[in-house]
Structures are given as C-alpha cells and as structure tokens.
C-alpha cells in the first residue's frame, strides 16, 4: 500500500477528495435558514448542511462504511483533525438513514464525498454537491477546488467544475485538479478547460443550442468528447434543434470537419449558416450559448481563453439574443448539404 495514501471517494463515479494546506480559521457551519439543503424527496432521500458534534456519528458510519471497510482504507487515515473544523453535509434516505456525506475543508477544498452502493448512480452525489457549493456561498468563497480521479471528471464538469493545469499520478492512479468559481464565471485559460467547458454547456441545453465560431474552431467542435456530447444531445429527442454560425464556411468544408459529416446524418437537427455583412465578420468573438443559463464567450475568437458559466441565465440570454439577429441575416451554407451522403 503506498506511504500516505489518500482517501479515495465514492461518489456516483468515485471522485477523489482535495488536498492542501488547512486555514489558520476554522469554518463554523453557522448557515441561513434552509440554506445548503437540497430537498429530493421525490427521489426517496434528501441532504442538509450537518453539524458536527450532533451528526459526527452518522458522518463516520458512511465514510466507514465506504472507505474503511469497502475500500480497505486503514481507520487512522480516515479519520483526520480537521473534521471539526470543516463545513459537511448528510445525505439520509426516506427513513432518515445515513447514505452519503462530504465536506469543505478550511483551505476552500472538497472532499470525503462517500455514497453507501446501493445509492450510488441516484443523484445523490449530485444532490450533495450542491449542497456543498451552497454552504460554500454562504461562506463568500470565490472557488472550490478538488482533486479527482480521471473517470470522475465528467460529473464534476457537469457541475461546472473546470480542469486546472496537466493531469498528474497520485498514489498510482491518475488525477486532475479542478476549480469551480462561484459568485462569477469560471475563467477558461487553455483547451482542456475549453473543451470541459463546451461539454458542460452541450449536456445542460434542453432543446437550443447556439455556437458563433469563426471555422467551426478546430480543436474544439472536432474534439472527440465534444463530438460525442454533440451526437447525445441531437439524438436526444425530437425538437432539438443546435445552430451553428460561422465566419469562414469555406475551412470546415475544405477541412472535412467532422462535425459537418454529423450535420448531413442529422439535417433538420444541425444548422449552419454564414455571415455575411461586414460587421459580422469583423465580429472578433465567439461563444457558445444554450437555452438554459450555460455560456462560454471568448473576446478573441481564434483562442480558448475566455469564461463560462452554467448559472449565468441574463449574459447566456444576451448571447442568444445577439445570435439571433446575426442569424436572421445570415445565409444558409447549402455547401454542406450538397457534399451529400
């Protein structure tokens, strides 16, 4: 076993917990009436924000049950100093048993996220979360960072966490740091985080999604993760509708993006059009934008930095509202559809 190893987690995908340097002030989980309480009756469970020296019992019952027993972490590595000073939350099912648990830790990290088994793939991890970024919030954090196992990246993008610098081995497995700001958009600065960003987006729209690009941004839309969220969403249902608008229609062709080959399978679902007036294609930006409250915008549009946001409803809908004027005078690219099948 290595020397210190870390704890794992055992969210829905078994994410891994944060790492760093404890504050010198300890968090006091003084909470808003009803604020970090996350009310999923309908699902059969519901999480609240704990207290510690009430719920510590039932918080190490879980995390026990999960980490020491079924994961063989040894007790003494699982129980740490700083519990008392951290901010957890409790996941019970519809008869009040304990069935989940994480916590915030002094230094703005997330960790010892745990699900009992049988409860994992229910939303319970995601309920927790939420809870969590909630407590966060009422603490005035501007970010919560993480640590998390490779194949449990997905759930935390869809939680509008975003990869921070390159992957990395810990304890023999692969890891990736992540961060989540909150009270403002997540800054993108390079094309991991794009790509988790757009991924975040596509997987939120219900029925629209609008992307102005100035070549379809190779790198990006041909990227096999965001091709694949692509394909889910316009499979989805029917009524699905992404449009996409373009400065240069002439590249993607000539290039054979892929993207278009999807668009010829999938006609009344994939739009495109060009831009025609002067203006609009001196437009230095590009963005996408979904019908929800997810955006990512980027001032240069030949680049991946830029920010994005999944609760960010009033700048999401201004994106949109400026799509849409650009798109009613925009030309429709029947060059894609005449390469035929």
């Known amino acids: 076993m290595p020397r210190r190893r870390r704890l794992r987690e055992a969210v829905d995908h078994r994410p891994r917990p944060g790492a760093g340097p404890v504050a010198a002030r300890p968090l006091r989980a003084r909470i808003p009436g009803g604020r970090g309480e996350v009310n999923a009756t309908a699902l059969g469970f519901s999480v609240s924000a704990a207290d510690y020296a009430r719920d510590g019992a039932a918080l190490r019952a879980v995390r026990e049950a999960v980490f020491v027993r079924e994961q063989g972490v040894p007790l003494e590595l699982e129980l740490d100093a700083q519990d008392p000073d951290c901010l957890h939350v409790l996941a019970r099912d519809a008869d009040g048993k304990p069935i989940g648990t994480g916590r915030l830790t002094p230094a703005h990290t997330l960790g010892r996220m745990a699900v009992l088994p049988e409860w994992r793939g229910r939303g319970v991890g995601a309920a927790m979360l939420a809870a ?171 680049r991946f930095d830029g920010e994005t946001a999944l609760d960010a409803g009033g700048r999401a809908r201004q994106l949109r509202e400026e799509f849409d004027r650009t798109w009613e005078r925009s030309r429709p690219c029947s060059e894609y559809r005449a390469l035929g099948l």
Do not use: C, K
């Open 132 to 302: 969590l970024t909630e407590l966060a919030r009422g603490q005035r954090w501007n970010a919560i960072e993480l640590h998390a196992q490779v194949d449990a990246i997905g759930f935390y993008v869809r939680n509008g966490y975003l990869p921070v610098g390159p992957r990395y081995m810990e304890a023999g497995i692969e890891h990736q740091s992540m961060r989540r700001a909150l009270g403002g958009p997540n800054a993108v600065e390079d094309r991991e985080a794009a790509i988790a960003a757009t991924i975040a987006i596509v997987d939120s729209t219900r029925r629209g999604l609008r992307a102005y690009s100035r070549a379809l941004d190779p790198g990006l839309f041909d990227a096999p993760p965001v091709l694949d969220a692509l394909r889910r969403l316009a499979v989805r249902r029917d009524g699905i509708e992404l449009r996409f608008l373009l400065q240069d229609a002439e590249t993607p062709q000539r290039e054979q993006a892929p993207l278009i080959a999807l668009a010829q399978r999938l006609p009344s679902v994939l739009l495109f059009r060009a831009v025609d007036d002067p203006v609009d294609l001196n437009y230095p930006s590009a963005f996408v934008a979904n019908d929800g409250s997810g955006y990512y915008f980027r001032g240069l549009g030949h």
